[in-house]
T-cell receptor, first 116, second 113 residues
């Protein structure tokens, strides 16, 4: 079945440091890939997405490129802020296989803590 | 604010009881999804409804059931509750059932004592 693997946290960084969170996936068909962010005490917010190979999703300084050859979708940000402290989830949607509906399959989440 | 609302925000109940969680999707969205977030299982898809009909089923226990009403709101019913059912339950909605973004509600935190 479909699966998403992302690096375990917590990841602790200083402000203005470079952030990378690795994400790899296994899926049948042609999945869309997503990064969601969960701030403390809140629901999930869509951060960015990519729907086909070589697409780059970007939002709020975060970027991720859909790499079909390495089945990866790593999240990067060049200079993090304290406000980026959150849990980040990589997810895929294997739409195209009727029985799958449009469910999201999530990775385990990576907690990021940015210190001033 | 995603536009998806969930009630109640918190729920504390005893083992063996039954509870109902409610979700109102974003205006215009036809598809509703339920997810469970627990410490040991992570975020797991439970079930999807599209315009009142069940579209896909995930790791949903037989003790759990859901439905989507004509006004498109959805309810998740959890019965014969066990300690292990304690979790955050999220509802999400999307415009259609296809390859569309899902918008998540704030969740209902269920504690079973």
């Amino acid at each position: 079945g479909d699966s998403v693997t992302q690096m375990e946290g917590p990841v602790t960084l200083s402000e203005e440091a470079f952030l990378t969170i690795n994400c790899t996936y296994t899926a049948t068909g042609y999945p869309s890939l997503f990064w969601y962010v969960q701030y403390p005490g809140e629901g999930l917010q869509l951060l960015l997405k990519a729907t086909k190979a070589d697409d780059k999703g970007s939002n709020k300084g975060f970027e991720a490129t859909y790499r079909k050859e390495t089945t990866s979708f790593h999240l990067e940000k060049g200079s993090v802020q304290v406000s980026d402290s959150a849990v980040y989830f990589c997810a895929l949607s294997a739409f195209g296989i009727k029985a799958a509906g449009n469910k999201l399959t999530f990775g385990g989440g990576t907690r990021v803590l940015v210190k001033p | 604010d995603s536009g998806v609302t969930q009630t109640p925000k918190h729920l504390i109940t005893a083992t063996g009881q039954r509870v109902t969680l409610r979700c109102s999707p974003r205006s215009g969205d036809l598809s509703v999804y339920w997810y469970q977030q627990s410490l040991d299982q992570g975020l797991q898809f439970l079930i999807q409804y599209y315009n009142g009909e069940e579209r896909a089923k995930g790791n949903i226990l037989e003790r759990f059931s859901a439905q989507q009403f004509p006004d498109l709101h959805s309810e998740l019913n959890l019965s014969s509750l066990e300690l292990g059912d304690s979790a955050l339950y999220f509802c999400a909605s999307s415009v259609e059932s296809g390859n569309y973004e899902q918008y998540f509600g704030p969740g209902t935190r269920l504690t079973v004592t």
